[in-house]
C-alpha cells in the first residue's frame, strides 16, 4: 500500500514567515507533485518532480520553491508568505508518469 | 482561464439511484481523462480513467462516459451508497498522461441520503 504523508495537517504562520511543508513516500516512486486546493478552483500544481534534484514548475509556482535531495522526500518551501498563500497543500507521487497519483493527506496552511 | 470545468459544485441523491457526475473542458489536445474521489481530512484517491481512445470505461459500479467531439466527459455511479459522499474531481492530460501534469476542475460535492 503506498503511502504519502505530510509533516504536519495544520499549520499557522505569520506574513513574511519562511514556511517548510515536507512530504514523504514510501514506495521508491520517481515523481512527486505539489499541488494546493482552494474553492472553486479545483487542485492546481505548483511543482513537480520526476527525479532527485530535479524540478519543473507547474501552473502557479510564483512565491514557491522545492527541494529534492533525497527520492522519497519533496518539500514545498514559501520564502516568505503572504495571506494569498492561506490554502491546503497536498503532496502526491506516482511511479510513471501515466499512471494515477497517490495523494498525502494534506497541510491546512494559514498565513495570519 | 479554467481548463477542466464541473459546473455543478453539488448533487445530493437518493441511495441506491444513479449519480451523474458532469465535466466539460476545453483543451482538444486533452487524451486523458482521471476521477479522483476526496474525503473530508483526507487526500484525493483515484477512482477510474479513461483514454481518449475509449468512449466508455468501467469498474463496477463506477462507469466513465467519454464525448469528444463535446469535450465532456460523465462518471456514472449506480447504484449510490452513502458511503460514496465525498468530493469528487475530475482531471485531464495530454500525452496519454505521459507529461505527468494534471489540470483538475473545481470538484463536486456529491451527498447520497440513506
Known amino acids: 500500500d503506498v503511502k504519502v504523508t505530510q509533516s504536519s495537517r495544520y499549520l499557522v504562520k505569520r506574513t513574511g514567515e519562511k514556511v517548510f511543508l515536507e512530504c514523504v513516500q514510501d514506495?521508491?516512486?520517481?515523481?512527486m507533485f505539489w499541488y494546493r486546493q482552494d474553492p472553486g478552483l479545483g487542485l492546481r500544481l505548483i511543482y513537480f518532480?520526476?527525479?532527485?534534484?530535479?524540478?519543473e514548475k507547474g501552473d502557479i509556482p510564483e512565491g514557491y520553491s522545492v527541494s529534492r535531495e533525497k527520492k522519497e522526500r519533496f518539500s514545498l518551501i514559501l520564502e516568505s508568505a503572504s495571506t494569498n498563500q492561506t490554502s491546503m497543500y497536498l503532496c502526491a507521487s506516482t511511479e510513471s508518469l501515466a499512471n494515477e497519483q497517490f495523494f498525502g493527506p494534506g497541510t491546512r496552511l494559514t498565513v495570519l | 482561464d479554467q481548463q477542466v470545468k464541473q459546473n455543478s459544485p453539488s448533487l445530493s441523491v437518493q441511495e441506491g439511484r444513479i449519480s451523474i457526475l458532469n465535466c466539460d473542458y476545453t483543451n482538444s489536445m486533452f487524451d486523458y481523462f482521471l476521477w479522483y474521489k476526496k474525503y473530508p481530512a483526507e487526500g484525493p484517491t483515484f477512482l477510474i480513467s479513461i483514454s481518449s481512445i475509449k468512449d466508455k470505461n468501467e469498474d463496477g459500479r463506477f462507469t466513465v462516459f467519454l464525448n469528444k467531439s463535446a469535450k465532456h466527459l460523465s462518471l456514472h455511479i449506480v447504484p449510490s451508497q452513502p458511503g460514496d459522499s465525498a468530493v469528487y474531481f475530475c482531471?485531464?492530460?495530454?500525452?496519454?498522461?505521459?507529461?505527468?501534469?494534471?489540470?483538475f476542475g473545481q470538484g463536486t460535492t456529491l451527498q447520497v441520503k440513506p
Open positions: 482531471a485531464a492530460s495530454e500525452g496519454s498522461g505521459n507529461t505527468g501534469k494534471l489540470i
Open positions: 518532480s520526476y527525479d532527485v534534484k530535479m524540478k
Open positions: 514506495m521508491d516512486h520517481e515523481n
